[in-house]
């Protein structure tokens, strides 16, 4: 690991901390060769998920895609960003407990959707009306009475 500051790459770890239940390694370091401090984090690298498409094409799982989406659908809404940063860790683990290497991407819709219900309601008929694609205002409407069904 080369220090931040001028590249050396022999430094020693003064302060080693467990993140996330276990799962990140926190590394303070100071470099052997300018003293000075940066961090590191070390987390396993589980498989990697890979996303079937309607159309039966594969596409490796994205986080960063995941998040875009679920920000787009809660643009101006009333949440904290910590409540969405854990429903998008929430959906990745979810995800990868199934022990799947593939999902299809209608699953993953699902449990953004599952995750948006409980979040914010405004943001889940945003989702909802992209991901489902309502044709008529009857299924919309349905989705509307599923929702007053589950408060
Ligand atoms: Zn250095």
Same mark, same amino acid.
């Given at each position: ?23 990140? /390694? *926190? *590394? ?6 300018? $003293? ?10 589980? @498989? $990697? #998920? =890979? ?6 094409? *594969? &596409? @490796?799982?994205?986080?960063?895609? #995941?998040?875009a989406g679920l920000y787009r659908a809660l643009e101006k809404r +009333?949440v @904290?960003?910590?409540? /969405? ?7 990745? $683990?979810? #995800? ?6 593939? =999902? +299809?991407?209608?699953? =993953?819709g699902?449990?953004v959707m599952?995750g948006l219900l409980?979040l914010d309601q405004v943001a889940y008929i945003r989702f909802a009306s992209v991901y489902r694609r309502f ?5 919309f @409407?349905?989705e509307l *009475?599923?929702i007053?069904?589950? &408060?």
């Open positions: 690991m080369n220090c931040l500051h001028c590249q050396t790459s022999a430094s020693r770890v003064i302060e080693s901390r467990d993140l996330e239940g276990g799962s990140v /390694i *926190r *590394r303070r370091r100071e470099c052997n060769d300018c $003293q000075q401090r940066f961090t590191t984090y070390e987390r396993v690298e589980s @498989a $990697q #998920l =890979v996303i079937i498409k309607k159309d039966g094409n *594969r &596409q @490796a799982f994205s986080r960063h895609k #995941l998040a +009333p @904290a960003q910590s409540k /969405i940063e854990s429903l998008i860790n929430q959906i990745e $683990q979810s #995800l990868k407990s199934m022990g799947e290497a593939e =999902v +299809p991407s209608s699953q =993953v699902e449990e599952k409980g044709d008529d205002i009857e299924s @409407a349905q *009475r599923k007053r069904r589950k &408060q």
